[in-house]
Each structure stands twice: as C-alpha cells, then as structure tokens.
C-alpha cells in the first residue's frame, strides 16, 4: 500500500495513492481512518513531506563505504562503529519531494547528498528483539541526508551541517510492503547516475537499530529512522537535480538552488 | 503570565494559571485563544510537559564550571566551544513536574542531573539579529538534562546518554513576563542544595544562540533551546527526588528510581 501526505487547502491530509489517484483520508496510517467518497489526480496535489516525526533518528555512519570516504575528508582514521547507536536530525529541515535545497549563502563547495532508505514506525513499541522489529514498522519511503562537509567536519554540533534548513528531503510517499533488505538504492545528479548501492550492505541493519534503540527508548508510530548511505558523494551545485531512487518506493527528486 | 499544559480528560489542553485557579483555554498560547468559562484547582489537575517542541534545541556545553567538570571526568581538555552551535535533545525523553526519572537497567552509578533554564519561542523567524532575539520569545520552564555519564563518553552518539526515556524532565510550566539574565538556578538533590548559579554566567546567551541558530535555521513556536548547565553534578539514586528551581519561574520535581 502507498500513503502520502498531501496539501488540502489550508490543511493537511493523508492519501492512499492506487495507480495515478489519491484518494484522502480522515485519521492516520498506522491508527483509524476512513476513505473520502471521491479520489484526485496524483499529478494534481501537491505533496508534503510524508510524515512529520515525532522523533527524527538517523543511523548516521552505516556503510563501510561511506565511513572510508568521511575519514579521508576528515584527514582520520575509519573508525567503524561498534554498535548500532542512533543519532538525530530536526524537523525544520525536512522539504518535500520537489521543493529546493538552498546552499546557504556562507556554505563552501561541499554541499553534498547522501542517499538513503528511511523506516517510519507504525506501532509504539520498547524492548523488541531484533527477530520481532519489522512488525513495528508501517512502511519505507526515502531520504536525502543533505550535509556541508567543512561545517560537519569543523563545528561542534551537526546543526548546520546537517540540519539547515531544506537539507533533509524526505519522501515523495511511504511505500508499506517491501523487504528493506532486498533494496538498492540508486542516486543521480542532474540526471547521471554518481553511486548504487545495496541497503543489505548496511554495517548494522534496520532490526538492528530497532531493537537496540528500543532498549531505553520507546519508538511510536510516525518516528523515522534513517539508515545511512553508501559511497563516495560529490557536491551539488545550483541548477543540479538530485533524485534518490529505490525502486519499489519510487524517486526522490529536489532542484538545488544557491541562496543569493 | 504563566501557561501550563494538562490532562483533561482523553486529550492535553493549555491552561492559564493564576494563582492557585488554572482556566483552560481553547487554542495555542503563542496564537488565537480563547479563555474557558470556568477554572478549577491546581492542585486537581495532571500537569503535562508544557509543550511539545517541534524541533527540541539544547546548548549543551555552555558554562565554564560545567566544561570543567565534563573534561575532568573524560580525561580530556577543557574545551570551551568558540561559538553558539547548538545540539539537539529528543521528544521521547520528555516527562513532566512529578513524573519519575528511571535509570536503566544497565546504566552506572553516574546518572547525573543538569538543571538549566529553557526557552520556548514564541514567532516563527529567521535572521535574527541579537538585539531583536527575545522578542520571538513565547516565555521560560525549567529543564533537568540527565545524563548517564559513562555512555556520554563512550557511545557514538547521544542516544541514550542524554535521551532515554524520562531523561528530559520540563516544566513544571511556562512563565512570560522574565529577563533571562536575571535568572538563579537552585539544584537540590533530596532537599539538600548541590549548587546554584546565575543564568548571566553563560558563555553565550540565550539571544546569541537564537541569532546564530536563525542564521541557518527557521524556528516555530513552541520549539524549545535548552541552556545548558553550571558547575559539578552529582549521581542520583533510587529513591531521591531531584528538584530544579528558578525564582519567578517555580520548581521542577521529579522522583528518581531505578528500573528493576
């Protein structure tokens, strides 16, 4: 099943998305709804980001690949890490599918994307064993983890770095029925394909990540947790595209533009 | 003026306090309202985390005495930070005034309080010049940044250090009419006073943190900027009851027990 959030005049609903209609509801994904009478056309609304979370999580380090090429940036040693300990990032960030990244007027070069599956949770849960954690997952849908490496590499805190405005796009919809294991992810600049990856290549896996959060944090439903990329990342600059493609959820795409 | 936030009935309403009467009111404080046409007691009613930040901003190291301490116990050098870069607490941690602090299972003996002063915006804005800050200032609440002191070491992130549940206890409510320079705040550990230090001891203030953060990031009422801590801190115990006191604002109580 597929649910996206959508802007419906001065508010906003959640949609059940069959083919190329949206068909609105009242209530929420993962507790009670019912289903309007009439659909609309996919191509006629405007999305939003899919989910607005209660807690932002993100896996941060993940992947091998990905860990070598920060420490080469940062001038360190890979330091792999040794268990799957969750970070974070802020709402203010998130932008929809086809909203603009903005490369802060101060940014250097480096503003790059990270590719990456996110997990929304579907059911409260604490203290899940990993063989149990994909029961309390509602569905997937996908994030770009927008970071300027001199800020990441030189600040105290990610609040820029990571967390700048319109540096998290998230979307474009939560895809319900899908294996996280068996996806790959595929990231394009401006229409060239820059890195592929398999998400069953993660360091730690989603059930991982639940059941060792859950063991001092309770996870409800709207939380995401996003899992970390794959690879080498280039910069982006403005006029680019960027689209995070998970085939089985669909594509990601924001235009990225300089602040002037 | 002083807002609290409570249970009424199934769902979580804002009240106006006055005295020892609070009338509940329909709406949000930072936008239209309207008062109720009766009150009740105080003392009647459950007080509940005074809001729910959108995005839940924390200094973190801010004050010489605690950047002191936190060296000492990590074997490190002091490092004081160069400038306003703040960090981020999470939602699920949250409690409120009476509610327990639990210290898991598998946590040392070093669970330790911080007492801070915590801010709660009031207007959306961006770029905002240091002068102008306070007045995207909704009012005050009281927070305790408890910490497990071996994990904050070690773990890679924060994720449990500083947010496993109940480690974010705020409130007990929302003052308006203060100067956050002016500002004592009293720690007692079971009614013994373990410090006490002044607000206008910070290494930044509370309008170079919302002018640095609007810089990069838009914030919305009802996010909160938690000010970080002074001077040493101790370990807390089953059994004890922490209290978190700001003249003018209240006191923050919250029981201290062990997950068994």
């Known amino acids: 099943m597929r649910w996206c959030r959508f802007e419906d005049g001065d508010h906003a609903t959640y949609g059940i998305i069959e083919g190329d209609r949206v068909t609105p509801v009242q209530g929420e994904p993962w507790g009670a709804y019912t289903r309007a009478s009439t659909s609309r056309a996919l191509d006629d609304v405007r999305l939003l980001v899919p989910v607005i979370p209660p ?3 993100a896996a941060g380090l993940n992947y091998r690949g990905h860990v070598l090429e920060q420490a ?3 001038g360190t040693e890979p330091a792999f890490p040794p268990r799957a300990d969750v970070g974070y990032r802020a709402n203010n ?4 599918q086809g909203e603009a990244i903005v490369i802060p007027r101060d940014a250097t070069e480096q503003v790059q994307y990270e590719g990456e599956l996110v997990a929304v949770i579907g059911r409260r849960c604490r203290w899940v064993a990993e063989a149990d954690a ?3 997952v509602f569905g997937y849908t996908i994030g770009n983890d927008v970071s300027e490496r001199s800020w990441q590499r030189d600040d105290r805190t990610l609040f820029r770095a990571k967390n700048s405005d319109t540096f998290k796009p998230m979307g474009p919809w939560i895809e319900t029925d899908l294996d996280p294991a068996d996806l790959e992810v595929a990231i394009r600049l401006s229409g060239r394909e820059v890195y ?3 998400v069953r290549d993660a360091i730690f896996s989603l059930q991982q990540f639940i059941a ?12 995401v947790i996003w899992m970390g990329t794959d690879g080498p990342t280039e910069n982006m ?6 689209e995070i493609e998970i085939p089985g959820i669909g594509a990601l795409r924001n235009p990225v533009v300089k602040e002037r």
Do not use: E, K, M, N
């Open 72 to 74: 080469q940036l940062h």
């Open 55 to 57: 807690t932002f999580y």
């Open 134 to 136: 994909l029961r309390y």
């Open 237 to 242: 600059h403005d006029g680019d595209v960027v």
């Open 93 to 96: 960030a998130l932008i929809a």
């Open 212 to 223: 060792r959060t859950s063991d001092y944090i309770t996870l409800v439903p709207g939380d």
């Open 196 to 198: 592929r990856y398999h």
